[in-house]
């Protein structure tokens, strides 16, 4: 498979990442009364964050790696009849 | 929900259509459409075959059975599912995969015959388009409960009844366009997306929850006892909470139920038949058993919390709701009181108490620990479990109706190209079918629950059909059709004799009029269903095969057992060797239903 589902996976992450810790750092410490005074989405933000950019890194290292493999491997397209 | 929320809601449609549209040259023949070309890596398979069980009734289920019975809950996981996925792994996929057959219906017709293949076929086809027009209803329920959809619809002054309509047509929208574009591929890789989206939305859910009722050790002293064992008081009926002894638990949640789901359901197997290799398929299951077995924590954990959570006003707090009428009546914790739709006043059990709507834990909890923004995280995280649990029913569906439907019954012989575009129009009147059964959910809820009834029957003796079929090269085809049809006729039986304490005769059991046998609750009652269907679907099979010619051993090859060469695993590491995972697998969930006994 020529597309590595790991690279959507980081970049939506870490869109998701930049956009929640981002918002954690701008926003208003009132809102954080329902969890306990502490600013998740700062937290919660730069977790996704490092967890996407992990993914793309692993994703990028993988392409060159992945497309070894399938050399070794050809799918198979006979289907019984 | 803010403006943040709903930007975290379009960026995550966006990828969900983008990776639809990135596979779309992909798909060339039926297979690249079916099974996504063969071509899938196992660790990607694995996660697909866990997320596309992550439905509705699973998050939103689990956690309110985590409400109402505890840890005990996870024997759904640690004696049902896991099990029964190192079984499928080990023993059954080298039969699935090996027989290059293209769904579970087709196996069934290279080991056995046509009518069985047919009476498999039609059955599964209409259970995929019930569930997922099941899926559907939640999820439309879901976001009026939540109201998310509340204040754009006042903007555009419409009517709030839209909000349901709205709901449905859009999140059918969004499955239909990116399986009609990238088929199964495209379901995999977006149900692999929603797992970690599922994780990265409840794992916050459970370290605040955590966090505020003080920790795991705070929480099992502000619970009842049995809530935090799952196997001490297992030994009697009276002493648990699921009023469940110990053997009708194992026998029929474990070998009867959870066997037949996740060994012969094609819409798990699916996504281990569309793996790279005959390794790779074997390992799909058992890759996806690690994180399955700590699921709990994730789901089951919520709905525990969601009792026990410290509140200054005990509970009649619909967080979702500021115009929730003042009825007087308290929930726990945070689950609120059923409300009946027609009266609008809490429902009442026989002593007056009110009947509690543990579907609402999960809801309940996002909006009472998360701030807006992470909000909009748990709200996708939400969508995303009904869209897998939608998009694997239709994927199921669409294979299932063009190969052992249309390609079998209605036009043979045609061209590859044929069935392809027959697989794309399936999709669309899969979906279609599906949104019907989601508005004759609104009018007509018994039918529903009727319906569910039907499956459970038609479900609970296949297991037998299966492991006789696999491990039995005697086993024929009509010792297998009628060994089914009497298996789901024990099970309608035993369920119209019996009834559970508490329910009156009817959808509960006890149609047929008399009463034999009173179960202390509903759940031991389907568990004894499957066990009566199973057992009988098994004797009459070996009975009737006995009695009718057997298939000459040399067309059964690669299709049982005993005539099938063992795939070799030697030259593998021994991480992917599937015996040595299975094992693993196993020792880890022992260790949990020690840790948690």
Known sequence: MGLDIRLPIGALFTILGVLLAGYGLGSNAAIYQRSMGINVNLIWGMVLLVFGLVMILLGRRGVSHGSKLEDRNPPAKTQPK | MTIIDWIIMLVYFAFVLGIGFLLKRRVKTSTDFFLAGRAIPAWICGLAFLSANLGAQEVIGMAASGAKYGIATSHFYWIGAIPAMVFVGIFM????????????????????????????????????????????????????????????????????????????????????????????????????????????????????????????????????????????????????????????????????????????????????????????????????????????????????????????????????????????????????????DSTGRPKLDENGHPV?????????????????????????????????????????????????????????????????????????FGVALSIAAAYAATRFNNIMDMLQLVFAFVNAPLFATFLLGMFWKRATGHGAFFGLISGTAAAALHHGLTLPSGAVPGIKGAWLGSVLHLYPSEMAQNFWTAIWAWTTCFIMTIVISLATRPRPEGELAGLVYSLTERPSEEHLAWYKRPLALGAAVIALTLVLNLVLR
């Open chain 2, 93 to 340: 996929m080298p039969f699935y995969y090996g027989s290059r057959a293209r769904s579970v219906p087709e196996y069934l017709r290279l080991r056995f015959d046509e009518k069985t293949r047919g009476l498999n076929a039609i059955s599964f086809a209409t259970m995929t388009v019930f569930s997922s027009g099941i899926s559907m209803y939640a999820m439309a329920r879901l976001i009026q409960t939540l109201h998310i959809l509340d204040a754009p619809v006042q903007r555009l002054s419409v009517s709030p009844q839209w909000i349901f309509h709205v709901s449905i047509a859009f999140s059918a929208l969004i499955v239909l366009a990116y399986i009609l574009l990238g088929g199964l591929s495209s379901a995999i890789y977006n149900e692999v997306l929603q797992f970690f989206l599922i994780v990265a939305g409840f794992s916050p859910l459970v370290w605040l929850g955590l966090k505020n009722v003080g920790g795991w050790h705070e929480l099992t002293k502000r619970v009842p006892a049995a809530y935090t064992h799952s196997w001490v008081g297992m030994g009697s009926p009276q002493t648990n909470p699921m009023g469940v002894e110990w053997f009708g638990l194992v026998m029929g949640l474990g070998f009867v139920l959870s066997f037949g789901y996740w060994c012969t359901d094609f819409l798990v197997v699916q996504r281990a038949m569309a793996a790279d290799s005959m390794n790779a398929a074997r390992r799909t299951p058992l890759i996806a058993a690690v994180p399955k077995m700590l699921f709990p924590f994730l789901v089951i954990l919520p709905g525990l919390i969601a009792i026990a959570v410290p509140l200054e006003t005990p509970a009649a707090v619909v967080a979702s709701s500021s115009s929730q009428p003042q009825h007087g009546y308290l929930g726990l914790g945070l689950i609120p009181p059923k409300i009946d």
């Open chain 2, 356 to 428: 509690l709507d543990y579907d609402l834990a999960i809801p309940n909890m996002l909006l009472h620990y998360f701030p807006t923004g992470l909000l909009g995280l748990g709200v996708i995280a939400l969508l995303a479990s009904f869209m897998s649990g939608m998009a694997g029913n239709v994927t199921a569906f669409n294979t299932v109706w063009t190969y052992d439907i249309y390609q079998s019954y209605i036009r043979p012989n045609a061209s590859d190209q044929h069935y392809l575009a027959m697989g794309r129009l399936a999709t669309v």
